[in-house]
């Protein structure tokens, strides 16, 4: 068993997930023959068909092992070594699904950074390593922002780059020529990285969080001088971002303007024929 784990591999598939505000879910099963030592595999991902039994996921991830196979099995958690952990789904994250059937299924939740090694009790050949690692961000984007002050209805998108999502809401005020987006959850991040578009808000000049005015740095180069990119400080309570522009995209847009020049016109013309018929 100590060699089995030896020389399992160190790499990992890496798996698309969030952190704790967006956690994923994922499948293993335990194939039909998976009790037999000299049978090819003993692992799948449902999602990448993954046979190794590694796999890598982020903090409040969830696992479930499915048995598909005709005999009993365990998932039960091990240290690096191979030796059997002595308490099973203690503070630390240690876990033992006891004997589970065909058809039946056993599931955890890893909330801690770590490598959780795995086996079957019954079926020692049958290991695997679960990387619990602090999830880097990814680009992200909303769509339709400001759509109803855009002629077109469609709005602007703006990208950013976090472990957490901002909310698809975004406040726009004109009048504070600001825009506010919101954290949905905790960011591990300390930094918002975040790309907005010149005709939504130019040349931004503060930026608050959570109320408190901070430093920011700003590349108004973006995308051949059409966007500005903020790095903005964040920390993991943070929860609103407020930034301010030399201009928000106006309350109206050219053809909302054009719309209501031409019901003023169309009151004043309707008036003045009203007077005419009034003296004749």
């Not at 290991?127 to 769509?143: A, E, F, Q, R």
């Not at 919101?182 to 975040?194: M, R």
């Not at 010149?198 to 608050?208: A, C, Q, R």
């Amino acid at each position: 068993m100590k060699y089995a784990l030896a020389v399992l591999p160190l790499m990992a598939i890496l798996m698309v997930g969030s952190g704790f505000a967006f956690a994923e879910s994922y499948e293993i099963k335990i194939p039909s023959g998976a009790s037999d030592e000299n049978f090819p595999y003993f692992w799948s991902q449902k999602d990448t068909g993954e046979t190794s039994g590694i796999i890598t996921i982020f903090p409040g991830d969830t696992i479930t092992w499915s048995n598909a196979d005709t005999a009993f099995h365990t998932i039960t958690s091990i240290n690096p070594t191979g030796e059997r952990t002595p308490t099973p789904d203690d503070e630390n994250g240690l876990f033992d699904s006891g004997f589970f059937t065909a058809g039946k299924s056993f599931t955890h939740q890893f909330d801690e950074l770590g490598d959780f090694y795995y086996y079957c009790t019954l079926h020692p050949w049958m290991n695997g390593v679960v990387h619990v690692v602090l999830d880097p961000g990814s680009v992200k984007s909303i769509d339709g922002i400001a759509s109803g002050y855009t002629d077109d209805g469609l709005g602007f998108e703006v990208k950013y780059f976090l472990d957490a999502h901002l909310a698809p809401a975004v406040h726009v005020n004109p009048d504070e020529k600001t825009l506010t987006f919101t954290l949905t959850g905790e960011s591990n991040n300390e930094h918002l990285t975040i790309t907005l578009p010149k005709e939504l808000i130019d040349n931004p000049t503060s930026v608050w969080v959570d109320g408190n005015m901070v430093e920011f740095e700003s590349d108004s180069t973006i995308s051949g001088n059409t966007a500005t990119q903020l790095v903005i400080p964040l920390d993991n309570t943070s929860r609103e971002v407020k930034i301010m522009g030399s201009k928000v995209i106006p309350e109206f847009g050219g053809i909302a303007l054009l719309v209501l020049t031409i019901s003023i016109i169309s009151v004043i013309i309707f008036s003045k024929k009203t007077s005419l018929i009034a003296l004749r």
